[in-house]
């Protein structure tokens, strides 16, 4: 897939020399308290990680999770991407930032990007998205670019319950 530019930021496919910062980013506090704790705690378990939840997606699908880079120092801000989650009814929309990066906008215009790809890129009419019930940063701006809330719905992979989102395109 050729790189989703934004004003500030490029979304790329992740690759094998990303290991060691996915491995960070899945070892964020907020990443456990909110998503999950996959058991990712070596490199060899990160490059794992990435070829079953990243890699396999885009050779499968054509889309997925991808990295989040910065255009002035292309440094790694987190992961923003779409999905197909067997448990769900449809495609959705998700977003991870190592927490140093979070509150500035980025998570936001990266989001905005994916939504217009799977819009005009793809031709899809809608796009879900699943958080912790307990995230409010998140569900806050799912709020701002348009998402309802549909209420809770149990997910599995993830602590508990998780609040579903629904965006019509």
């Known amino acids: 897939m050729t790189p989703l530019p934004t004003e500030r930021l490029r979304l790329r496919e992740a690759s094998p020399d990303d290991a060691p910062f996915v491995l960070r980013l899945l070892n964020e506090p907020g990443w456990h308290q909110y998503i999950s704790d996959p058991g990712v705690r070596t490199l060899e378990q990160a490059h794992q990680w990435m070829e079953g939840r990243l890699l396999k997606a885009y050779r499968e699908l054509g889309f997925g999770f991808w990295l989040v880079e910065r255009h002035s120092d292309a440094e790694l801000l987190g992961l923003c991407g779409l999905f197909r989650r067997p448990v769900l009814d449809g495609p959705d929309l998700g977003y991870a930032l190592l927490a140093e990066h979070e509150g500035q906008g980025y998570a936001g215009e990266a989001?905005?990007?994916?939504?217009?790809?799977?819009?005009?890129?793809?031709?899809?009419?809608?796009?879900?998205?699943?958080?912790?019930?307990?995230?409010?940063?998140?569900?806050?701006?799912?709020?701002?670019?348009?998402?309802?809330?549909?209420?809770?719905?149990?997910?599995?992979?993830?602590?508990?319950?998780?609040?579903?989102?629904?965006?019509e395109l």
Do not use: M, Q
Not at 123 to 132: D, H, M, N, R, Y
Not at 141 to 164: H, T
């Open 111 to 167: 989001a905005r990007a994916c939504i217009a790809h799977a819009r005009d890129g793809l031709g899809w009419t809608e796009l879900l998205a699943i958080t912790s019930p307990d995230n409010p940063r998140s569900a806050a701006l799912l709020r701002k670019l348009g998402f309802a809330d549909r209420g809770l719905k149990d997910v599995e992979g993830y602590n508990g319950p998780s609040r579903l989102w629904h965006l």
